[in-house]
């Protein structure tokens, strides 16, 4: 597939950016905290960290100290209240008994699962990219053949979308309004933040406009008739994935349940050091303290099950029928010559890995589902989609991609029953000559 350009700078942020959906196409060698966002509308912290970055380059030039307004301090955040690991470990949501329960723990998982075995679904992280499962998704739906999953988990774009299918066709359009006509100023602003490097207030308010109690009802009820919703965030301060029961949330209620699910939606696609992280208050041993929780992407591209029970050396069973992966994202190489300069290497390199960690992944999905005697199903954007981007979250871009998703929902094979082939190696020069290696 090629890889579209994406005009987007970043700096520090560029080793984590390429978990969710901001990969660095160029630097412009401004300092660290410069962020320019080419296809954002253009607003006052954008211009001034602009104009403050190119204050501090010249003065650097020059062999002078910067002027004070371009190197003035941030604004100080209230600090944390402390706690201990063990504190985190028993540590519950209060007024939700049952809302999360940690991504490793074995038998809360097994605990967390339907009565009834059926369907299961995976959505993977992929930034604007999801706007290939959400088109997947509605393919399916029109042409009859998408199942009521009885469990679906989502990781970082995963996890925004999935709510909406959760909830049933009835949220198709919503799905698909989502994934074709938001753009960047939907998502972030450029501003850098004391904890991040955009601020993703845009996303926070449209959580807030599309996460309505209405399908927090339709969540609920959904969860009630045996089915399970979970989501998956990264809790930074503990290097521990949690997962979250989406359904149990929802079925609480209240005013403070819908707040948390919004909650653990910003977080699942806070990308650490791009978007800001999401404190979540929490209780434990007599304390009242919050942690902080980023992108789910950061312990994997989705979720199946925890860890130790996908290893190829245990013995679990999925109680599924069938297994199915949708990975919102190209798994081709994209081949760039790569600019000598730290952020660009940064991000080539963490792009490769998470294709590499993505296939891994897959590769024990399908060797557990055929341990289980569960058939295997799994949809990527496929190397045929050609389509540029104009910058992150280009709408035009986004409606190709949807409407490529749908057309494959449509088609008679949707989903492959193994994992992608690898990408063929590079062809040769002509004329090039291949070494035997034997004299």
């Known amino acids: 597939m ?132 959400a088109g997947l998704l509605n393919g399916l739906s029109a042409a009859g053949k998408r199942p009521d999953y009885t469990v679906i988990t989502g990781v970082s774009t995963g996890a925004l979308m999935a709510p909406f299918i959760f909830a049933g066709r009835a949220y198709d359009d919503e799905l698909h309004t989502t994934y074709t006509k938001v753009s960047s100023a939907d998502i972030f602003e450029a501003g850098r933040t004391p904890e991040s490097f955009v601020d993703s207030w845009p996303l926070k308010e449209l959580l807030a406009k599309k996460v ?126 790569v600019e000598r300069f730290v952020p660009s290497i940064l991000t080539q390199a963490v792009a490769a890995a998470v294709k590499v960690d993505t296939r891994l992944m897959l590769n024990l999905a399908y060797t557990v589902a055929k341990r289980s005697g569960v058939g295997f199903n799994v949809a990527s954007i496929p190397p045929s989609f050609n389509v540029k981007s104009n910058g992150p979250f280009d709408p035009a871009y986004m409606s190709a991609l949807f409407q490529r998703g749908y057309e494959q929902g449509q088609s008679a094979t949707p989903f492959s029953n193994e994992p992608p082939p690898y990408p063929p190696e590079p062809a040769r020069q002509s004329g090039q000559v291949e070494k035997s290696g034997v004299n």
């Open 2 to 133: 090629t890889t579209p350009t994406r005009p987007t700078v970043f700096a520090a942020a560029a080793l984590l950016s390429a978990l969710f959906f901001l990969p660095v196409a160029a630097w412009r060698g401004a300092p660290a905290f410069a962020v320019e966002v080419t296809d954002a509308p253009a607003s006052k912290s954008h211009r001034r960290l602009v104009d403050q970055g190119e204050q501090v380059a010249a003065a650097q030039r020059r062999g002078k100290k910067p002027p004070p307004s371009a190197t003035k301090t941030e604004p100080q955040l209230p600090p944390r209240v402390p706690f201990t690991a063990a504190d985190d470990a028993a540590a519950i949501v209060p007024g939700i008994e049952g809302a999360r329960f940690w991504a490793d723990s074995l038998a809360d998982f097994k605990a967390a699962l339907p009565a009834k075995p059926g369907p299961w679904l995976a959505l993977s992280s992929g930034g604007e990219d999801g706007a290939f499962g």
């Open 212 to 337: 309505t109690p209405a399908l927090l009802a339709d969540v609920a009820a959904a969860h009630r008739s045996g089915r399970r919703l979970f989501v998956v965030t990264t809790d930074l301060d503990a290097e521990r994935s949690v997962v979250w029961n989406m359904g149990v949330i929802a079925a609480n209620g209240s005013e403070a349940a819908l707040k948390l699910f919004r909650s653990v939606l910003l977080a699942s696609a806070a990308v650490p050091g791009g978007f800001p992280p999401v404190l979540i208050d929490v209780e434990a041993n007599g304390k009242h303290f919050a942690e902080m929780h980023v992108d789910g992407g950061v312990g994997g591209q989705f979720f199946v099950a925890p860890a130790p029970l996908m290893m190829p050396t245990s013995d679990y069973r999925l109680p599924a029928t069938q297994l199915y992966v949708i990975i919102n994202t190209g798994l081709e190489r994209d081949f760039a010559v």
